[in-house]
């Protein structure tokens, strides 16, 4: 087919490819809002439900854990009380994860009674240093529970979020000064292992 020819023709052309290159800019910001509106939509997503733990009651099998996280007096507690976020701790748990089990709880596929999580020392030591630093923080007790001969304990051996914290070393050794999570609070000052002039008993 032949193209028009003239100077008319070298003007329609210019048109043309000025209306196309308009349409497709018209485009790319199109494009270009709605993936910002959508980030935009994802992050508020993601801080409300980082932010607002009464959004994971929306599960009823959920209401104990929130409900702990809010006025127990478990490790979890001390952590809302530190300002930290349930999804600092459930960081894999991902919006999309969060969809699907909406979907699940609606369906009625989902676990009744949930066994617990593994949580790995490396989640933990993000904020908690390492086990070094807290050996350190205990060095005044007579039995370390920072400093064990078990050296492939785990911190969750001890240390359960939402529920009582386990005395792990004294199921076999007496009590030497630590306090559980639960327990009363008694100063460092006033704490007799406190005293760097004390004489430890010998540890066997």
């Avoid at 976020?85 to 676990?111: F, M, P, R, W």
Wanted: glycine content about 6%; hydrophobic content about 30%.
């Amino acid at each position: 087919m032949n193209e028009p020819q003239g100077p008319g023709a070298a003007e329609a052309k210019r048109t043309g490819r000025k209306r196309r290159k308009i349409a497709w800019l018209a485009v790319a910001l199109g494009v270009m809002v709605l993936v910002n509106v959508l980030g935009v939509a994802y992050a508020a997503m993601d801080n409300y439900t980082r932010t607002t733990p009464q959004f994971c009651t929306t599960c009823h099998n959920m209401e104990s854990h929130v409900e702990s996280y809010l006025t127990s007096n478990h490790m979890d507690r001390v952590h809302q009380l530190a300002g930290v976020g349930c999804k600092d701790c459930h960081s894999d748990y991902t919006l999309v994860d969060e969809a699907k089990s909406v979907v699940q709880y609606i369906s009625g596929n989902y676990e009744r009674v949930w066994s617990r999580r593994k949580i790995q020392d490396d989640m933990c030591l993000q904020c908690h240093v390492s086990m070094e630093y807290h050996a350190n923080r205990t060095d005044y007790l007579s039995r370390n529970p920072h400093l064990s001969h078990w050296p492939d304990l785990r911190c969750n051996a001890c240390h359960l979020s939402h529920d009582n914290q386990v005395d792990y070393c004294s199921r076999c050794h007496e009590n030497g000064g630590q306090r559980m999570t639960e327990g009363e609070i008694i100063p460092r000052a006033s704490n007799p292992w406190a005293d760097p002039n004390r004489t430890r008993p010998t540890v066997q």
